[in-house]
């Protein structure tokens, strides 16, 4: 029997850390267990988070938005009556703008802080010019500004590369990062053993709090979004975590989903179908002409019976058409690389993430 649904925001918390949410901004959230959201305002209201994690006095940012949201991240600091020298670790899930581009500006706030991420994003952190180039290329200068804000470096000496596996300590807790390629090579994802969830960054999919039934629960939908997405690599991925019988994700679109196990593995089946029917899709259309037309077109109409299935009639097809919009299209971009690559190797359909090599897909602004 189905569980009425909660609010992401209104868990008891499990752990030792009390709940403060009556003093919190309007863009911060409790989230129990010593996690807190705060909505970055980036694009529209409970799109991108960044995650706060304290634990006895200690610190940590997962994600960050751009470099825009720093001063509400600075402000939840505030609100928490956390000193700038209580952070001890910046932790982007990967260096996609939307995810990483505060890093630089952040760390010039924080003097105790180190900044742990994938290998192959770390030299985009420290030296950003490729990255910021690759995006203004696609979104012009004045929308870069206006979008993401300052370009801001990340001193060499203050930023390491995480290890598949690694283990670090906050306060009286222990973070575990594992390697999770599929919407990234240089994607990681972070869990937590008090919570026992995953910070997913995109991973996991996307999971807007519009879509959500009180009965039924989040909806969830995978993000392809240019210019690295394997999805062979990503099933591999998002299994990977499973294994650990994750009872909530920490999305970065957006915020906390599952109610329990049985349901996170709910969310992670219809992820996989989705990926499924995705790549089918693009291959499909491999040589349609309009290709990146007939794309956006099919994978609306898949989103709109999804989410059909998911709300009966509680949502019209044109709204669920307006919440997607930025996501179909970024969809329809990366699944049309990745299937021109699938051509131009003649491999399986759903090429293995083994072996993959190359840059981290700097070119990637948004990575939703």
């Not at 267990?33 to 006895?56: K, N």
């Not at 991925?237 to 499973?242: I, L």
């Not at 994978?299 to 059909?308: D, G, K, P, S, T």
């Amino acid at each position: 029997m189905s569980t009425p649904f909660s609010s992401p925001f209104s868990s008891p918390d499990r752990g030792d850390t009390p709940s403060v949410s009556g003093s919190l901004p309007s863009f911060m959230e409790d989230l129990g267990d010593g996690i807190f959201a705060i909505d970055t305002a980036f694009q529209r209201d409970h799109f991108d988070a960044a995650f706060l994690i304290v634990d006895a006095g200690r610190a940590a940012f997962i994600d960050t938005g751009t470099a825009l949201a720093v001063p509400r991240l600075l402000a939840a600091l505030d609100a928490l009556g956390l000193a700038r020298d209580a952070v001890d670790w910046v932790i982007p899930t990967h260096v996609h703008l939307d995810h990483a581009g505060g890093v630089g500006p952040l760390m010039r706030e924080l003097p105790a802080a180190t900044v742990l991420v994938h290998p192959r994003g770390l030299r985009h952190l420290v030296d950003p010019r490729v990255l910021w180039a690759g995006a203004q290329a696609v979104y012009g200068e004045e929308e870069m500004r206006r979008s993401y804000g300052e370009r801001v470096a990340v001193p060499e000496a203050r930023a390491v590369a995480s290890v598949d596996e690694q283990r670090v300590t906050l306060g009286g807790r222990t973070l575990r990062l594992i390697d999770t390629p599929g919407h990234a090579r240089h994607h990681l994802c972070v869990w937590d053993e008090r919570s026992q969830g995953w910070f997913t960054g995109d991973t996991f999919g996307l999971s807007y709090r519009e879509f959500d039934d009180p009965v039924r629960g989040a909806w969830i939908l995978p993000t392809s979004s240019p210019v690295q997405f394997e999805p062979d690599a990503l099933r591999a991925s998002v299994e990977r975590m499973m294994q650990a019988r994750p009872s909530r994700m920490y999305l970065t679109h957006y915020s906390r989903v599952g109610r329990d196990v049985e349901d996170v593995r709910r969310l992670a089946d219809r992820l996989l179908a989705q990926v499924d029917a995705m790549a089918a899709i693009a291959l499909r259309l491999r040589m349609a002409p309009d290709r990146h037309g007939a794309l956006k077109r099919d994978l609306l109409a898949l989103y709109q019976r999804e989410v059909a299935a998911h709300l009966g009639t509680g949502m019209t097809p044109e709204r669920v058409a307006e919440l997607l919009a930025m996501d179909v299209e970024l969809n329809a971009q990366g699944l049309g690389i990745w299937v021109d690559k699938v051509g131009a190797s003649g491999a399986s359909p759903l090429p293995s993430a083994s072996g993959a090599s190359g840059d981290s897909g700097a070119s990637s602004a948004s990575g939703t």
